[in-house]
């Protein structure tokens, strides 16, 4: 199972073959080669000192296993570690919390992480496991949003509520919601508006349609190609909104995913699902095993 990751590490685990233990002497440069492979997967730099320091721990305070080299025995402890960072196992989207209320997913994130096209993405998925699921256009800022959104919906056969660009976005999620509930649908997915960067008035937007309409799931959507960036991303929405859960879009670029890790160690959410490529049909499960191989490379 280690096949895929190990490669990178090669030299780590060379350095620890032919010694019958792991100890403060021969861990280090172990310990350094994962480092630099974690950088080099763009996971945050913060992120990777907490996560070596307890690789560390955990390897030094391991027992010696029978017929099990150091070299192997630091490889599964590394990967360990990946996984109890990410979440053991993949988390499905939260139910209604509301009886008799479809659930509501809100969708938060930069402009151009992938944000429209995800909750696109995500209606088709829940169509495609039998929930009725309608889509609010509240992201009534970056021009031609509506339309892209109608567009998606009218493509997978998904009805897009819109009071067009005019509207406040709060009334909007809010007539949305009366629909859902109206129309007996089981999920009610919110796209809102994103700015280039972090900003007051974005966050203030969020916060109040948070308010008004109690979302049992707030999804920030997280851009793989960001890199480093993710951790500060993850915080400050994290902080104002408290997410529920993130997709990490356009894994299908040549990143290898270090903000998943950043992502979840964070928000200590999980990440749900990830965007594999443009297509409405590109959105995948997010399963933390396959993860924690394609980050160490
Ligand atoms: P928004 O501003 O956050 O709503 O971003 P959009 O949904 O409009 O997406 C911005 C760009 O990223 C578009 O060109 C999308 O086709 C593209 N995109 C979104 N998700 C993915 C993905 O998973 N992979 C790739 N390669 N491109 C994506």
């Known amino acids: 199972m280690f096949d895929a990751l190990s490669e990178k590490l090669e030299e780590a685990w060379r350095k620890l073959r032919g010694q019958d233990r792991i100890t403060e002497g021969n861990i280090d440069e172990a310990l350094r080669d994962v480092r630099r492979a974690l950088l080099e997967a763009d996971v945050n730099f913060q992120v990777v000192k907490e996560f070596i320091a307890d690789v560390r721990d955990d390897a030094l305070g391991a027992e010696v296993i029978k017929g099990v080299t150091p070299d192997q025995q630091f490889i599964k402890i590394v990967y360990d570690q990946l996984l109890k960072t990410m979440g053991e196992e ?3 989207l939260a139910e209604s919390q509301v009886k008799g209320r479809p659930a509501v997913i809100l969708m938060a994130g930069l402009q151009g992480t992938g944000k429209t096209t995800a909750t696109a993405k995500l209606a088709l998925y829940l169509h ?3 929930k009725k699921a309608l889509l609010a256009a509240a992201d009534v800022y970056r ?3 509506i339309d892209q959104l109608q567009t998606l919906g009218a493509q997978i056969q998904v009805p ?3 009071e067009g660009a005019a509207a ?6 809010r007539h949305a919601l009366d629909q859902a509930i109206a129309g007996r649908y089981d999920v009610l997915i919110v796209d809102t508006a994103g700015r280039l960067s972090i900003d007051e008035a974005m966050m203030a937007e969020l916060e109040r349609i948070k308010a008004a309409i109690a ?3 707030i999804l920030l959507v997280v851009d793989a190609m960001t890199g480093q960036e993710a951790a ?5 929405f994290h902080e104002r909104l408290g997410i529920t859960g993130a997709i990490l879009t356009k894994l299908d670029g040549d990143t290898r995913g270090g903000a998943a890790l950043s992502v979840r160690k964070i928000s200590g959410q999980p990440i749900k699902f990830v965007g594999v490529g443009e297509k409405v049909e590109a959105l995948q499960p997010f399963y933390p095993d396959r993860m924690a191989s394609r980050i160490l490379g």
Do not use: M
């Not at 500060?232 to 400050?236: F, S, W």
């Open 232 to 236: 500060n991303l993850t915080r400050a």
């Open 128 to 130: 495609k496991n039998n």
């Open 168 to 173: 406040d976005p709060v009334d909007i999620a």
């Open 160 to 162: 897009v509520f819109s």
């Open 143 to 145: 021009p031609a949003a």
């Open 215 to 217: 979302p049992d799931e």
């Open 90 to 92: 993949n988390v499905p």
